[in-house]
Nanobody
Framework: VQLQASGGGLVQSGGTLRLSCAAS????????MGWYRQAPERQREKVAT???????FYADSVKGRFTISRDNAKNTVYLLMNRLSPEDTAVYFC???????????????WGQGTLVTVSS
């Protein structure tokens, strides 16, 4: 099972990007999914999460600008990022708690990261 993130890139301040992260493999179920980011010389921080039922969490720094959503049928989580600022520049990682077929315990999986660069 793996997570594949996409959608990063270079955008001007005030612009919009949409990140996607799809889980693939022998998946029985996925509970929580989310996005984290890590800027240079900073610790990884939680950006937004969403439960399988649709309950969401947002970091204060992105509230009102970012929207997390998911398509359970596609095992995919999205992050729509509006009004981007240079402070949002970071590598964005997706995360999911996955129960693989034949297993009994959920495991946290991470995507490979996608770089978002916001120019001023």
């Amino acid at each position: 099972v793996q997570l594949q993130a996409s959608g990063g890139g270079l955008v001007q301040s005030g612009g919009t990007l949409r990140l996607s992260c799809a889980a693939s493999g022998s998946i029985f179920n996925i509970t929580g999914m989310g996005w984290y980011r890590q800027a240079p010389e900073r610790q990884r921080e939680k950006v937004a999460t969403i439960t399988s039922g649709g309950s969401t969490f947002y970091a204060d720094s992105v509230k009102g600008r970012f929207t997390i959503s998911r398509d359970n049928a596609k095992n995919t989580v999205y992050l729509l990022m509006n009004r981007l600022s240079p402070e949002d520049t970071a590598v964005y990682f997706c995360n999911a708690d996955v129960l693989e077929n034949g297993q009994k315990l959920y495991k946290p999986l991470w995507g490979q990261g996608t770089l978002v660069t916001v120019s001023s």
